[in-house]
């Protein structure tokens, strides 16, 4: 077994829409004591994309330095599945198994790899180390000292937590020193709590995951979720598995479920709404554990008085809580509804009905035909590309070979492919006008270009979006 830390930089925060321009990563043994040279690798940003400036002046990657350095996304798959993802690899990041692994998903869908393969077959599997931090912090703290943000709320930033504790963190937001800043206080943490660590690694299986979740005991649960207060950290009690049994249903027991029982299932539907000023007591206590993204949990035997004290946890009213709702399912029922309409309304708000195959990733899994076809794909030599005609079973999958051709052989496009590709940049880019991709995207650099403070190298980065865009334009 060996971890592969990584991490990316990406031109917008959409995995849907948005693009990787950096990868990044260091395989470590068991013991988090570096193997080989680390990787560090720009990937070419596609002509039919434009990027988030306030993401570029972030990181200082400019599409032209990935025009100019970097690989065709085919290119860097194929390093990728033939150098990184060896067999036994744990794969984690700060924050990746929400928005790394995601990029990641779909970059492998776009390119004709399986999405999840990469994660789980030959003994692969997938971490994240910052509900890590969150449950050491919570639970085991000795051993870091723990940065508060500017007005004095807790933070578990990486390059605050690298602050504090003497790591060296120079170019952050640069992949390569944010994986060498998470190894060090991955490093700590080993060391400080081994058992906490060596626990949450153990844990990280769906199946372990869904076994403790479902064993009708109440647990301890950290997530980002849960109120900053007290940790993020709570006592959870199971109420119900989710229809697809992806994952559960869970009470905050540190909360009274009365005021809930009468609620329509308008009003619990309302109180799931994010809003700033919203009281935690004006919070439904309910949320979904996913089973497959390594949730923090662990027995109420793991927490001493002096944690109890410090989270403000009364187990004797945690308890009381938990007989409260076992003695009302119908509330059950009707959050459980609620949940799932919520579910349901983010992901139209969130993810509307798209008709580019690039954004369908979740839209089902392919066919073994298709898998056995798209394998053939990756072997293909320029000659085959050329020639193939897509028939797969999946119109996703016929519909992604044009984009998929353009993005990395666009020297092998007829004269009607290259004039097919540049009408579908035109359209990607260009159409609605003022609402258009690149009228937002002008709209916001010159947002961006209009900060106070700017330094030599932001400045630098700004004109060289300009150029960027003017040498969009003739489009």
């Not at 990868?23 to 680390?38: K, S, V």
């Not at 996304?73 to 150098?83: A, G, I």
């Not at 004039?419 to 609402?435: P, T, Y």
Request: one cysteine or more.
């Amino acid at each position: 077994m060996t971890f592969y830390f990584y991490d990316l930089e990406t031109i917008g925060v959409s995995p849907k829409h948005s693009r990787i321009m950096q990868f990044a990563g260091q395989r470590t043994d068991e013991n988090l004591q570096p193997i080989g040279e680390p990787d560090d690798l720009l990937i070419r940003l596609s002509q039919d994309v434009l990027p988030d400036p306030e993401a570029i002046v972030l990181t200082g990657i400019t599409p032209q330095s990935t025009l100019a350095d970097g690989l065709t996304e085919k290119e860097f798959l194929d390093y990728f599945n033939e150098n990184i993802s060896e067999p036994d690899t744990i794969f984690l990041g700060f924050n990746t198994i929400r928005f790394d692994d995601e990029f990641m998903r779909y970059l492998h869908y776009r390119n004709f790899f399986d999405p999840y393969e990469w994660q789980w077959k030959d003994g692969r599997s997938r971490w994240d180390m910052l509900d890590v931090v969150r449950m050491m912090r919570a639970l085991r703290p000795d051993g870091l000292e723990w940065p508060v943000a500017s007005d004095g709320t807790p933070t578990n930033r990486l390059e605050s937590l690298a602050a504090v504790n003497g790591i060296s963190h120079i170019n952050a937001h640069t992949a390569l020193a944010d994986v060498n800043a998470l190894i060090e206080l991955s490093q700590k943490i080993q060391a400080a709590q081994p058992k906490l660590f060596s626990y949450l690694c153990e844990m990280r299986s769906k199946k372990k995951v869904s076994e403790f979740v479902m064993n009708g005991q109440p647990f301890v649960y950290t997530s980002g979720s849960l109120d900053s207060g007290h940790e993020k950290t709570s006592v959870a009690f199971t109420c119900d598995q989710l229809p697809d049994g992806s994952g559960a249903i869970v009470f905050d027991a540190r909360y009274s479920p009365k005021k809930w029982i009468n609620a329509s299932e308008a009003e619990l539907l309302e109180a799931l709404s994010w809003k700033p000023d919203r009281e935690p007591d004006d919070k439904l206590p309910f949320k979904t554990v996913q089973y497959n993204r390594c949730p923090a949990i662990a027995p109420l035997s793991v927490l001493d008085d002096s944690t109890k004290k410090r989270l403000s946890l009364d187990l004797d009213v945690c308890k009381s809580h938990i007989e409260e709702l076992t003695d009302n399912p119908e509330l059950i029922s009707k959050v459980t509804r609620a949940l799932l309409a919520k579910k349901a309304e983010y992901q139209t708000a969130m993810f509307p009905d798209e008709t580019s195959p690039d954004t369908r990733l979740y839209d089902g899994f392919f066919s073994d035909q298709d898998r056995d076809k798209y394998k053939l794909v990756q072997r293909f030599k320029k000659e085959d590309i050329a020639s193939f005609t897509p028939d797969f079973q999946d119109g996703r999958l016929n519909g992604l070979w044009p984009l998929y051709k353009a993005r990395n052989y666009p020297k092998l496009l007829s004269p009607d492919e290259k004039s097919a590709w540049e009408h579908h940049i035109e359209k990607q880019l260009f159409d609605s006008g003022d609402k258009s991709a690149y009228a937002k995207f002008l709209e916001r650099l010159a947002k961006v270009a209009s900060r106070e403070g700017l330094n030599k190298d932001q400045l630098y980065v700004i004109e060289e979006l300009k150029l960027y865009a003017e040498s969009i334009a003739p489009y």
